[in-house]
Nanobody
Framework: QVQLVESGGGLVQAGGSLRLSCAAS????????MGWFRQAPGKERELVAA????????YYEGSVKGRFTISRDDAKNTVYLQMNSLKPEDTAVYYC??????????????????WGQGTQVTVSS
């Protein structure tokens, strides 16, 4: 299991930006697909963005395409989510997750076996 800790959440006005970080420990994120999920009150958790183990491929949920960017720095064992042009509907708890090797493609929301504790993102209108 990879231990993941998110940071960077907070309160921001609509149109603003935040950068979430996910620092991994105990095991390396190398060779693992990584993802960012979010869960808003009363809604199911959804995969927002994912990046392949090599960093070559990315996935974005439709509503965040063009606004969010996922990236990874394996040397720092860290994954990032740059969020621009934030909207009130982006308000949610954001979770970082790591997929076990061999558990499917990066864009498949199943198979993520390691999770962080989440960081709150609140976008005011």
């Amino acid at each position: 299991q990879v231990q993941l800790v998110e940071s960077g959440g907070g309160l921001v006005q609509a149109g603003g930006s935040l950068r979430l970080s996910c620092a991994a420990s105990k095991r390396s994120i190398s060779f693992r697909h990584m993802g960012w999920f979010r869960q808003a009150p009363g809604k199911e958790r959804e995969l927002v963005a994912a990046i392949s183990s090599t960093g070559t491929y990315t996935y974005y949920e439709g509503s965040v395409k063009g606004r969010f960017t996922i990236s990874r720095d394996d040397a720092k064992n860290t994954v990032y989510l740059q969020m621009n042009s934030l909207k009130p509907e982006d308000t949610a708890v954001y979770y970082c997750a790591a997929k076990s090797p061999g558990s499917g493609t990066h864009s498949d929301p199943s198979g993520f076996g390691s999770w962080g504790q989440g960081t709150q993102v609140t976008v005011s209108s």
